[in-house]
């Protein structure tokens, strides 16, 4: 079975400053998904970033960007330039490819502080 | 155009009673997945639907609950016979016929949150 480890059940940062969430899977698959959500207080899950297992190059989107560490299972998602609105909880999620579902780790409450 | 449109947002039932959540896909979205939150956790699925198909029932309970994603009309989540256990947020989600979760195409609504006195 597939399972997905955020080990900071909280995290705060200042604003403008940079921030790491942590998150780890295990998995015996060599085709996989992972991604981080993020879940505002209107609790909509929205996709802040994506990577495939197969491509080395860490993905990357405006502020945010993953460290990639395959053979570590290791995903961890980098905040730069810390916004208010970034204040969420934010979930890493796994899929196995053409598994259709997205195995979800506890999620970590990031604060940002003004 | 709407996004993935959950309903009820709130819903309070007492124990035995009957719980009905609806979720409206995207439109031309044809794949339906329902996810369960409970209090300080991450979401677990479910269930994945197509029209009239149930694909994937593996994260669903034996007992008490069933999916359906009819012809015409929303996709329902159905919870009979309600316990306190069952209170959570129950997240709809849905992708475009041919995208699978992977592309990034999951498109999530704002859940329903039930209450089970």
């Known amino acids: 079975a597939q399972t997905v480890t955020q080990s900071q059940p909280e995290m705060s940062v200042q604003e403008a400053e940079t921030v790491t969430l942590s998150c780890t899977y295990d998995t015996s698959e060599s085709d996989y998904y992972l991604f981080w959500y993020k879940q505002p207080p209107s609790r909509q899950m929205i996709l802040v970033i994506r990577q495939e297992a197969y491509k080395q190059q860490n993905a990357t989107e405006n502020r945010f960007s993953v460290n990639f560490q395959k053979a570590a299972k290791s995903f961890s998602l980098k905040i730069s330039d810390s916004q208010l609105g970034d204040a969420a909880m934010y979930f890493c999620a796994f899929e196995i490819q053409g598994a259709q579902k997205l195995v979800f780790g506890q999620g970590t409450r990031l604060t940002i502080n003004p | 155009n709407a996004g993935v449109m959950q309903n009820p947002r709130h819903l309070v039932r007492r124990r035995g009673q009957e719980a009905r959540l609806r979720c409206s896909p995207m439109k031309g979205h044809s794949h339906v997945y329902w996810y369960r939150q409970l209090p300080e956790e991450g979401l677990k699925f479910m269930v994945y639907?197509?029209?009239?198909?149930?694909?994937?029932e593996s994260g669903m309970p034996k007992e008490r609950f069933s999916a359906e994603f009819p012809k015409e009309g929303p996709s329902i989540l159905r919870i009979q016979q309600v316990v306190r256990g069952d209170s959570a947020a129950y997240f709809c989600?849905?992708?475009?016929?041919?995208?699978?979760?992977?592309?990034?195409?999951?498109?999530f609504g704002e859940g329903s949150r039930l209450t089970v006195l």
């Open positions: 639907l197509q029209k009239e198909n149930i694909i994937d």
């Open positions: 989600a849905s992708s475009p016929p041919g995208a699978i979760p992977n592309t990034g195409e999951l498109f």
